[in-house]
């Protein structure tokens, strides 16, 4: 391998980051009912809003860890390995989205879109790098991908209101 003790350990914070932004990606659902115990309710709201600041900070580095990571010169074999196991990540997360419903299932699918648009950003930005080509690819990327997530949740909104106000039965 051709990689050098220096790069390796700049990439540690982002793949650190990476995992907690992951972790966090793949585990919120799990702490609502206990938000939803606690009895103040001016508690109850500064736990949400929390929880919602927490899963806003928690897309950055889904986004910008790949375009970090395969920027730093690593050898073909470890970007390749970076590569699958953000793939990997990405594929859990739809496949816990797709057995959520409701508000969960459009995070969580929106958290789905985060990691691969950073995926393919990351990637088409350090190609476009090591051609020479202005990195134009992340900020694009970036805009997309707001458009795509705020599309997300108001076509699962939609969809959870219909299915409510349809009658039992109702629908073939």
């Not at 990637?123 to 997530?149: C, E, K, M, W, Y």
């Not at 599309?151 to 209101?161: E, K, L, Q």
């Amino acid at each position: 391998m051709n990689v050098t003790l220096l790069n390796l350990l700049q990439g540690v914070g982002a793949t650190a980051l990476a995992i907690v932004a992951f972790t966090v990606a793949l585990t919120w659902p799990a702490l609502v009912p206990s938000i939803r115990a606690v009895r103040p309710d001016r508690t109850r709201h500064l736990l949400f809003s929390g929880l919602g600041v927490a899963l806003l900070l928690t897309t950055v580095p889904l986004y910008l860890a790949p375009g970090v990571l395969l920027h730093d010169g690593f050898d073909a074999a470890l970007a390749t390995m970076l590569i699958a196991t953000w793939a990997i990540s990405v594929g859990a997360l739809v496949i816990r989205g797709l057995l959520l419903s409701s508000v969960a299932r459009a995070f969580t699918l929106a958290f789905a879109a985060v990691a691969g648009t950073g995926l393919i950003a990351g990637f088409g930005s350090s190609l476009a790098t090591q051609n020479h080509v202005a990195d134009t690819i992340t900020p694009t990327g970036a805009f997309l991908l707001v458009i795509a997530a705020v599309a997300a949740v108001i076509f699962w909104s939609n969809a959870d209101d219909q299915r409510k106000a349809e009658p039992a039965g109702a629908s073939a």
